[in-house]
Nanobody
Framework: EVDLVESGGGLAQAGGSLRLSCAVS????????IAWFRQVPGKGREGVSC????????YYADSVKGRFTISSDNAKNTAYLQMDSLKPEDTAVYYC???????????WGQGIQVTVSS
């Protein structure tokens, strides 16, 4: 069993910062692709950022480029999403995911609310 638990969300003002953490249990992050998604009620799920296994590359949605940074700490078995220069449009429920190379299974956290006020 693989479990992911997000933390670090909450309320921030526009221009502020938050760092989301995704603690992983049941496995190690080695060999996993890490991704962050977000979703606003009534709207489709948006891929925010991805970190490929082995740190081979990163992806950022155009809407967050230059403001968000994805990273992982294998020693702590935790992934992060540093969010700077927050905008009200960043308000959403954020989910972390982990997908092992060679696996069809993607593990999801329960999501964490991020609210950015004007």
């Amino acid at each position: 069993e693989v479990d992911l638990v997000e933390s670090g969300g909450g309320l921030a003002q526009a221009g502020g910062s938050l760092r989301l953490s995704c603690a992983v249990s049941g496995t190690t992050l080695d060999g996993y692709n890490i991704a962050w998604f977000r979703q606003v009620p009534g709207k489709g799920r948006e891929g925010v950022s991805c970190l490929s296994a082995g740190n081979a590359g990163t992806y950022y949605a155009d809407s967050v480029k230059g403001r968000f940074t994805i990273s992982s700490d294998n020693a702590k078995n935790t992934a992060y999403l540093q969010m700077d220069s927050l905008k009200p449009e960043d308000t959403a429920v954020y989910y972390c995911t982990a997908e092992a190379q060679g696996s069809r299974s993607t593990y999801w956290g329960q999501g964490i609310q991020v609210t950015v006020s004007s």
